[in-house]
């Protein structure tokens, strides 16, 4: 931690923190894949190492001893020296190594958000990493610039290739990266090189001794029961009825306050299945988001979904180097741009819809805001006017996921009548949407979202098959009724606070007094309140409150040892209804966005989900939230038809306005021209 000036650790970086720049692979934006256990480890053998190399610690391959208790000031460090200081036996590195792993998650996650604060690397939406730009001095005598993460591993390739004396901290780390067989990942090595690693690993003691205990532990069988876990606490069928937010369809809530009874790692109960365990809180949310990936797959949980429409897989369920490949091919048709190129047709197919309302109407919001989301939305991404059918594709969308997904529904409810009926109407849109792109009658139009999926289909059909064309063409215009859903949040919201209303009315009434808003009108500035309304309405109202997992790999979250197979709810939104997070967090307050509160930068705001399958439509969702906010407050006046204290809500199988939620129409402020 405290080195000579031209090293990075001068940056004071922990040798954790240096053990993961160097880990880093630039081409794929993550680590290199290092088995959990064998990180864990590692990590752990590296805050050893540093407790060492500052005279808090002795160590050789017999005996761990303790020197000074004094606290370092490093919060990785501290909790480890305290944990050694209390101890009452004497025990070898290697039992340290091991005891200590199963928190190495959590240290590895505080290390990479300290990184990211530090500037050291830049973090990227599905949780992604890179090494920021931020130059600093190099070595004086090359004279070059490196970022820091740069720097750590120009350092190592010295070291290595060109014969330079290691320090002792960059011999512990040759070490410890040695010990989690990661080197010939990182170099093309040949005899030379490797026995030149051995050298290096052993040239210092303590590195010697810690690399070797790493090995060992490594070594030893992975299957190992990780030492001091917990059992996980069960929430009991009558403490779930009991809960008031259950009962109100508030799972944000109800997440959060069985966290803060039974702590951030809980199980609930499913009749007639295992229960479920939620993960819940800041920490989890980090941790879902930064590392997830490595222990839980999504492959599992929507397995009924695709076989419902008929694919092998989706999106949704894929994982690893496939999903990531999936995601950057479709990427650009869910862009924001995909929204701003087509204003103006959007603008006019709003206000077509919004023609049909009557001065004194009273709508349930998710009849009035679903289809006027989808007549802007299916144009878009499908190219055709989907108004007739949308109803019954939501209706099917919505079985189908109270079925196969959250198992609330049996299977035969998927072979009513009804449902087949249903079935059919979406069969009918995918056939129409294909219809519509012909490649003749695509020639001169813009590109939409279906093109995407359809180029990727025909430029390997073997990666998306035309089986599994199915779920994006059946699902797609699950946008219009998330949107319109959050939408009927916001309007509730902002319709309960008549001054907050007045400033949104403001806003729009600004942009839209000279015809229609352009791209470059919408700026943050222009719609700052509607914005931070919104944003507000995301955190308390939700439409999508938690992901759901299989654990893939053990792994210990918390001291919880969460096994292999597991069901999980990653309860992200709890933490919108958590204290720490948000202070006074039933308060609808939209200053709580603003500097210096700025309570949302951090993974405690997450109404777009955490990690590899955040959404991808995000950036355009906000945009077109905003637009819709802006033309119904700028031609409108809406009151809410009956005052309620919170909005009611259908919990699954997303969040979505109860039928009780209605709006009136009291006023047409504007023409719709
Ligand atoms: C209020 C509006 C919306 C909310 C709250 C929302 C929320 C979410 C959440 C939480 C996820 C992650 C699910 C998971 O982790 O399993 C997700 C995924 C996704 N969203 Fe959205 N979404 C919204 C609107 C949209 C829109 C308008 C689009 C497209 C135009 C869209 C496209 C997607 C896609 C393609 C994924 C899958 C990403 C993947 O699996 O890699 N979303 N959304």
């Known amino acids: 931690?405290?080195?000579?000036?031209?090293?990075?650790?001068?940056?004071?970086?922990?040798?954790?923190?240096?053990?993961?720049?160097?880990?880093?692979?630039?081409?794929?934006?993550?680590?290199?894949?290092?088995?959990?256990?064998?990180?864990?480890?590692?990590?752990?053998?590296?805050?050893?190492?540093?407790?060492?190399?500052?005279?808090?610690?002795?160590?050789?391959?017999?005996?761990?001893?303790?020197?000074?208790?004094?606290?370092?000031?490093?919060?990785?460090?501290?909790?480890?020296?305290?944990?050694?200081?209390?101890?009452?036996?004497?025990?070898?590195?290697?039992?340290?190594?091991?005891?200590?792993?199963?928190?190495?998650?959590?240290?590895?996650?505080?290390?990479?958000?300290?990184?990211?604060?530090?500037?050291?690397?830049?973090?990227?939406?599905?949780?992604?990493?890179?090494?920021?730009?931020?130059?600093?001095?190099g070595d004086t005598s090359q004279a070059e610039e490196y970022s820091t993460g740069e720097f750590v591993k120009a350092r190592l390739t010295r070291i290595i290739f060109a014969d330079e004396i290691p320090e002792p901290r960059d011999a512990i780390i040759v070490a410890?990266?040695?010990?989690?067989?990661?080197?010939?990942?990182?170099?093309?090595?040949?005899?030379?090189?490797?026995?030149?690693?051995?050298?290096?690993?052993?040239?210092?003691?303590?590195?010697?001794?810690?690399?070797?205990?790493?090995?060992?532990?490594?070594?030893?069988?992975?299957?190992?029961?990780?030492?001091?876990?917990?059992?996980?606490?069960?929430?009991?069928?009558?403490?779930?009825?009991?809960?008031?937010?259950l009962r109100a369809g508030r799972l944000p809530a109800l997440f959060a306050s069985l966290a803060e009874k039974h702590g951030p790692v809980y199980q609930v109960p499913r009749p007639f299945q295992e229960p479920l365990i939620v993960l819940a809180g800041l920490q989890m949310n980090q941790w879902a988001h930064r590392q997830g990936r490595m222990y839980m797959r999504s492959q599992d949980y929507f397995q009924g979904v695709n076989e419902a429409y008929g694919a092998a897989r989706s999106i949704h369920s894929m994982d690893g180097a496939d999903h990531f490949r999936y995601r950057k091919a479709i990427q650009p048709a869910y862009a924001r741009s995909t929204l701003t190129n087509r204003l103006d047709e959007t603008y006019d197919n709003a206000r077509r819809h919004m023609a049909s309302w009557q001065v004194g109407d009273s709508i349930p919001a998710q009849k009035m805001l679903r289809p006027l989301l989808n007549s802007q939305v299916s144009p878009l991404l499908t190219s055709t006017d989907t108004q007739d059918l949308i109803h019954d594709v939501l209706k099917h969308k919505m079985r189908v996921l109270n079925v196969a997904l959250a198992n609330i529904l049996p299977q035969f409810m998927l072979r009513t009548p009804v449902a087949k009926r249903r079935a059919r109407v979406t069969d009918e849109l995918v056939e129409r949407t294909l219809q519509a792109h012909t490649p003749g009658q695509r020639v001169g139009k813009p590109r939409d979202v279906v093109d995407e999926y359809l180029s990727l289909h025909g430029s390997d059909s073997q990666f998306l098959p035309q089986t599994d064309l199915g779920v994006p063409m059946g699902t797609m215009l699950m946008a219009s009724m998330y949107m319109g859903d959050q939408l009927g949040f916001a309007l509730y919201w902002m319709?309960?606070?008549?001054?907050?209303?007045?400033?949104?009315?403001?806003?729009?009434?600004?942009?839209?007094?000279?015809?229609?808003?352009?791209?470059?009108?919408?700026?943050?500035?222009?719609?700052d309140v509607t914005h931070r309304v919104l944003m507000e309405s995301l955190r308390m109202s939700p439409i999508v409150p938690m992901a759901m997992r299989t654990v893939m790999n053990t792994v210990v979250v918390e001291g919880y040892e969460l096994p292999l197979g597991a069901s999980i709810y990653i309860a992200n939104t709890a933490a919108h209804y958590m204290e720490d997070v948000f202070p006074d967090p039933w308060k609808f307050d939209i200053d709580r966005y603003l500097p210096p509160r700025n309570e949302h930068i951090n993974e405690g705001y997450s109404p777009y989900g955490l990690g590899t399958h955040s959404c991808l439509g995000f950036r355009w969702s906000e945009l077109h939230l905003a637009l819709n906010l802006l033309m119904l407050t700028h031609y409108f006046r809406i009151e809410l038809n009956k005052d309620f204290g919170d909005p009611p809500m259908d919990p699954f199988p997303s969040q979505s306005p109860s039928n009780k939620l209605k709006f009136r129409i009291v006023e047409q402020r504007h023409e719709l021209k």
């Open 495 to 527: 319709t309960k606070h008549p001054e907050i209303r007045d400033r949104v009315t403001a806003e729009a009434d600004a942009l839209f007094a000279n015809g229609d808003p352009t791209d470059a009108d919408l700026t943050l500035e222009n719609i």
């Open 1 to 137: 931690m405290i080195m000579s000036p031209n090293t990075p650790s001068a940056v004071d970086l922990s040798l954790p923190e240096e053990l993961l720049l160097a880990l880093l692979n630039e081409e794929s934006g993550y680590f290199h894949q290092v088995p959990g256990w064998n990180l864990n480890c590692a990590i752990a053998g590296a805050a050893l190492a540093d407790l060492s190399l500052i005279g808090r610690i002795d160590t050789d391959l017999e005996s761990l001893t303790l020197l000074d208790a004094t606290e370092t000031g490093h919060p990785l460090l501290d909790p480890i020296l305290k944990e050694i200081a209390a101890e009452q036996e004497s025990h070898n590195t290697r039992y340290w190594i091991e005891r200590l792993a199963p928190r190495s998650e959590m240290v590895i996650s505080q290390a990479l958000n300290a990184l990211v604060r530090r500037e050291i690397l830049d973090h990227h939406p599905g949780g992604f990493y890179t090494f920021t730009r931020h130059l600093r001095r």
């Open 176 to 245: 410890l990266v040695n010990a989690c067989d990661v080197f010939h990942l990182m170099y093309l090595l040949d005899e030379e090189i490797e026995q030149r690693i051995q050298f290096v690993g052993k040239m210092d003691l303590f590195g010697a001794a810690i690399g070797e205990a790493v090995a060992g532990s490594i070594a030893a069988p992975v299957f190992r029961q990780p030492p001091l876990t917990k059992p996980i606490p069960r929430v009991s069928y009558l403490e779930m009825a009991r809960n008031r937010h």
